[in-house]
């Protein structure tokens, strides 16, 4: 058995923040995006969703949707190992101070739905919203659960934001000692797969509706990226680890029609991440 699921890729940003400097970047950053809710998210949220905000930030500006709704959009979040350095915290000050020294913020800012949760209140994102992942192979639950609510139309949209450490800050160790670690997020705001739309007007809709489907068809078929998971049972895993870092260079530097970011992320499932050779190109429905 084969199968395909095909998505555009409407809109697209990443950000990257190193452990050093982390908490002055958390300062300035909740001043410059003036948005309370994000504000509150840099006082209490983990790293990586505080990144994961700023990317999908840059996604949006990017994509020139400033003041849009995303009311009926869903996210899915993809977090590898969120709240570590937080979970290290919070256990040796309960040690130290048993019951008076725990906070009850560490549930809610550090559970496995904390990244998806927080960007639906930031962004007003009423539709499905659940963390995938969590650990090694967080990249694949992320990619495999958002493209196959996308590709069945499941919300008009969806947004999956993937985000780790790289390499990942040690509890323990000096801050020196966490000088080479980062904090990647990447955001990609998928649509599901619409037929090639014959009409003439992109605001209007011949049957009387409002043309928000067609404007929904017209930002599919503009995309330039599309996103693809292929299910091949046959074919074994190449022993590479794909990371958020990966993504975000390819989104970067790929300015070729045609070039293409695949990975087989387990035995028999790829993922490919694809600029497409040009734009109103058809694209298949899930098989």
């Known amino acids: 058995m084969t199968l395909d699921l095909c998505c555009p890729v409407a809109a697209w940003g990443h950000a990257t923040v190193p452990f050093a400097g982390f908490d002055e970047w958390r300062k300035t950053n909740s001043q410059r995006r003036q948005s309370a809710a994000f504000a509150q ?150 649509l599901p797969p619409v037929p090639l739309h014959t009409g003439t007007d992109d605001t209007e809709s011949t049957d009387g509706s409002d043309g928000s489907e067609d404007r929904a068809s017209q930002a599919a078929h503009e995309a330039e990226f599309e996103l693809m998971v292929r299910f091949r049972p046959t074919l074994h895993r190449h022993e590479v680890d794909a990371t958020v870092a990966d993504v975000q260079d390819f989104l970067q530097a790929s300015t070729a029609p045609g070039s293409v970011w695949k990975r087989s992320l387990a035995a028999g499932v790829w993922v490919e991440l694809r600029r497409r050779r040009a734009r109103f190109a058809a694209l298949p429905r899930v098989a």
Not at 117 to 130: A, E, K
Not at 144 to 161: H, I, K, Q
Request: with cysteine; proline share 5%; charged share 15%.
């Open 41 to 190: 998210t840099c006082k209490l949220g983990d790293e990586q969703t505080m990144v994961s905000a700023e990317a999908m930030f840059r996604a949006i500006e990017s994509a020139g949707w400033t003041g849009r709704s995303f009311e009926d959009w869903g996210i899915v979040a993809a977090p590898q190992f969120l709240g570590r350095l937080r979970m290290w915290s919070a256990i040796e000050r309960y040690r130290a101070l048993e019951v008076r020294g725990a906070s009850p913020r560490h549930i809610p800012t550090v559970s496995q739905h904390a990244v998806a949760g927080t960007l639906s209140v930031i962004f007003q994102c009423r539709g499905p919203c659940f963390g995938a992942g969590g650990s090694q192979g967080s990249l694949l639950d992320g990619f495999v659960n958002a493209a196959s609510l996308a590709a069945g139309g499941v919300a008009p949209g969806f947004w999956l934001a993937i985000s780790q450490w790289s390499p990942e800050p040690l509890p323990q160790a000096a801050d020196a000692e966490n000088g080479a670690a980062r904090c990647h997020a990447a955001v990609l705001a998928l």
